[in-house]
């Protein structure tokens, strides 16, 4: 194989241009600044200036078909098109998860080695790992074999967006899991107010939507009780999707008291309020619900603070035929991975003033952070890029402001309330392996290129700052 | 018979903490020597005839094989009328409390009551109104009292009779693994080995440990494979199986790799390690069958067999001065001792 070379590109956090050059077998032999050297054989690839980052780790995705080998090449060119390489799957009705054969035989499929050559050609395919189910059949009450389901490859347990709704089967959970180091990953919602019935927050545009409501306590009542019992037998502990204020405020206060905890945000939650929901917009229908205006803010404040370790794509594809129903009948989730870049951009680091490094990190590092044991210890964001190490990064523009438009998502899904929202950033390539396994260049989007617009700082601060309009209807 | 150590003088045996370490090694002398004597022909007549014309009653409102038999065995070696009680078909199934019914059982004169009951503090409750000593064949998930003593003896008997296998224990270290939450037996055990020295560990999945254990004075292992390095025995337990589907286990086959002793995770313990089990066995749930046969480790049927010398001792302790124990018994202390 031939050696590549990126040249003009910047590292994140640095101004300078430079280059890096990948070896044959796909790993960084070195990294140099100014301009690329002469290597004849090597395949050139112009950065464009952009900036070079580890790529990301999804922590949080929803695959219910994934049946074949040639399902992974599909779904490892959704994955690349975030500039995802690695991709933790939720158990689901679907796809249960719930025993040990079950891991296995999903791990099986998503090995890279049974990776059928095709469509999807020789290029490398994502790294698909999995939770298991934390309950049999996401039932939340019959613990499920954390012990073997580990042994064969689950990196944590969790029963999607359900979580158990018995304080005492909870309780056994964490024992349970303690026994293993097990890392249990909790939704943040009560099931006894968040019940099938309620389909967005209470408020009072649920009141004059006249659709049923769960109130946002909902998830402060969850956290508390978890984290209480947290408190009382140890173990490892995750929680998301965090949308609300005393959400965050939960988990502050637990990290202050020094608990081994962790918190998780999507970006729809510190994008979008509960305003998208609009006119019965079924794109805009998630669990956890889209929350109020201050609730957002306090995920912005939540996630700039460090309170909220990592972000996740909660990328939940689904067919149209389940989304075009009336709202209280619309299955909840949303194609988010292939928005999950620019909208971090675009409010952390545009509006909110936060450091790329610092937001590219709750995607890559921290990510790895949590499951360190499966991946060989902690890793920094230098770590990932050093010498030696495989060639997967991404290279990602922060300038450019572009309207989405979900018709051309890689994902057959397009179920997404952004669409025609402009935003600014996207993922221009993404390397794995030292292969280009995605780029922009050649799909056929509008760009918006206005050189006025080139750096957007705070657009939208006027309107949220008075809250009178909604972020989604800003774009 | 062994007189070199004093006997017991507590009028009922409810609780293993109710025993000294003198105790304790009062009660296995003279079931070590009830086990000579019953592997000696000459003896056996002499010990048969010691309480004939007594009569035992077995209360058990809990299903049990092998403790009530090893109760009736034991108190017909001793020459005594054996009556077995059971519910069904009694009084308790009309409703009658078993405070109503020990008292009426106790109205009728029994030289002993052997209480088994599913509610901890069953047998202190009754050996507070009857008139006859108490044996507590199992309470609850409290104590199993006989149970723990027959570990001993058997343990004792093998390192070598009483005074060697005594002395040895204080170097021991034993493991229980496996439900110490629900187990009566795992109480009694870390109790009577503590008195005489021995170092305990307990090894189960959090699920199945009670809180604060570690402040019982023993050792706490959630992993088999470090809780069962170095030690000198291993004490299985009966895992119930309808704890295998809810929130304390996810499943036998779990179990079974974590927390079942096969040949891989014995081999972690000392060489010779001896393996214990108080039945009624799960083959290959909590024990690999192969383990539990192994002739030359396992000591599973030397307890069964030193159940019923045990219980003699304990009867016989309890009866052989009956009347001068109930002189001596302060009126406030339950167990008559002193």
Request: aromatic share 6%.
């Amino acid at each position: 194989m031939k050696k590549t070379i990126i040249k003009n590109i910047r590292k994140l956090g640095g101004e300078s241009a430079g280059h890096v050059v990948i070896d044959g077998a796909g790993f960084i032999e070195q990294w140099g600044g100014g301009a690329a050297p002469n290597m004849p054989d090597a395949v050139m690839i112009d950065g464009g200036g952009h900036v070079i980052a580890p790529s990301f780790f999804d922590m949080r995705t929803t695959i219910n078909n994934l049946s074949a080998a040639d399902s992974l090449q599909r779904w490892s060119r959704v994955l690349f098109a975030a500039g995802v390489t690695h991709a933790v799957v939720v158990p689901s009705q679907k796809n249960l998860l719930d025993d040990a054969k079950s891991v296995r035989a999903f791990l099986s499929l998503t090995n890279p080695k049974n990776a059928r050559d095709g469509d999807g050609g020789d290029l490398p395919v994502a790294n698909l790992h999995c939770y298991g189910a934390m309950t049999r059949g996401l039932a939340g009450t019959q613990l499920s074999e954390y012990g073997l389901m580990g042994l064969a490859g689950a990196l944590g347990f969790c029963d999607g967006d359900h979580n158990a709704a018995s304080s005492e089967a909870f309780l056994q959970i964490l024992r349970y899991a303690k026994n293993f180091n097990a890392l249990i990953l909790a939704h943040p919602e009560d099931p006894s107010l968040s019940n099938q019935d309620a389909v967005m927050t209470s408020s009072l545009l649920a009141s004059r939507l006249g659709l049923p409501s769960a109130p946002a306590v909902s998830e402060a009542v969850q956290l508390q009780r978890d984290i209480t019992l947290v408190g009382l037998v140890g173990g490892r502990y995750h929680a998301g999707p965090i949308t609300t204020r005393a959400g965050v405020d939960i988990i502050r206060q637990a990290k202050k008291r020094g608990l081994a905890i962790t918190a998780d945000t999507a970006p729809h939650y510190f994008t979008l309020n509960e305003t998208a929901i609009g006119h019965y917009l079924t794109h805009a229908k998630l669990s956890p619900p889209l929350r109020g205006e201050d609730d957002r803010q306090a995920v912005v404040e939540g996630i700039i603070d460090g309170t909220i370790d990592i972000i996740a794509s909660d990328h939940k594809p689904l067919h149209d035929d389940k989304k075009r129903l009336p709202f209280a009948s619309a299955v909840v989730g949303m194609a988010s991975i292939e928005t999950m870049l620019p909208l971090m951009i675009t409010t952390l680091h545009h509006q909110h003033g936060m450091a790329l490094e610092k937001i590219i990190a709750m995607v890559t590092t921290k990510p790895r952070e949590l499951f360190a044991a499966a991946f060989g210890g902690k890793k920094n964001g230098e770590d990932l890029l050093a010498v030696g190490q495989p060639a997967d990064m991404v290279l990602l523009d922060e300038k450019t402001l572009w309207k989405i438009n979900s018709g051309e998502f890689v994902s057959p899904s397009k179920n997404t309330p952004f669409d025609g929202s402009r935003v600014q950033g996207r993922v221009v390539k993404t390397i794995k392996q030292g292969r280009v396994v995605f780029d922009m260049e050649l799909r056929k989007e509008e760009i918006i290129r206005d050189p006025m617009h080139e750096v957007i700082r705070d657009p939208m601060d006027e309107v949220i700052l008075d809250h009178k309009v909604s972020v989604y209807h800003l774009f | 018979m062994t007189d070199s150590y004093l006997p017991y003088q507590g009028r009922h045996l409810l609780s293993i903490d109710d025993l000294s370490a003198a105790d304790i090694h009062s009660i296995i002398a003279r079931s070590l020597d009830y086990w000579q004597a019953s592997h000696e022909s000459d003896t056996k007549n002499q010990i048969i005839d010691k309480y004939r014309g007594k009569s035992l009653i077995n209360l058990f409102t809990e299903s049990s094989t092998r403790t009530q038999k090893s109760f009736e065995i034991a108190g017909k070696r001793l020459g005594m009328d054996v009556i077995n009680f059971s519910v069904e078909g009694s009084s308790i199934k009309k409703g009658e409390t078993i405070l109503d019914t020990a008292l009426t059982l106790s109205a009728m004169r029994p030289a002993l009551l052997v209480v088994r009951n599913a509610e901890a503090g069953s047998a202190h409750l009754l050996s507070l109104k009857v008139s006859c000593p108490v044996i507590n064949a199992g309470d609850g998930a409290h104590e199993h009292p006989t149970q723990a003593l027959l570990d001993a003896a058997t343990i004792s008997l093998q390192l070598g009779g009483i005074d060697k296998g005594m002395a040895q224990l204080k170097n021991l270290t034993i493991a229980i693994c496996g439900d110490i939450l629900h187990s009566r037996v795992a109480r009694s055990n870390i109790i009577l080995w503590r008195k005489l020295g021995a170092r305990v560990r307990v090894i189960a999945p959090l699920t199945l440990l009670p809180e604060r254990v570690a402040e019982m004075g023993v050792e706490v292992f959630t992993d088999m494979n470090e809780g069962l390095s170095d030690v000198d025995i291993i004490m299985m337990l009966r895992l119930q199986k309808e704890r295998m589907n809810g929130s304390f286990l996810p499943s036998p086959a779990e179990y079974y790799y974590f927390y079942g002793l096969d040949e891989k995770k014995l081999a972690l313990a000392k060489p010779g390690a001896l393996v214990m089990h108080p039945g009624p066995m799960n083959r290959g749930v909590e024990i690999d069958s192969a383990i539990a046969d192994m002739m030359d480790r396992s000591l599973i049927m030397s307890q069964v067999e030193m159940g019923v010398m045990v219980r003699m001792a304990v009867m016989d302790i309890l009866l052989s001065d009956t009347d001068a124990r109930a002189k001596q018994a302060a009126p406030t202390n339950r167990t008559g001792k002193k």
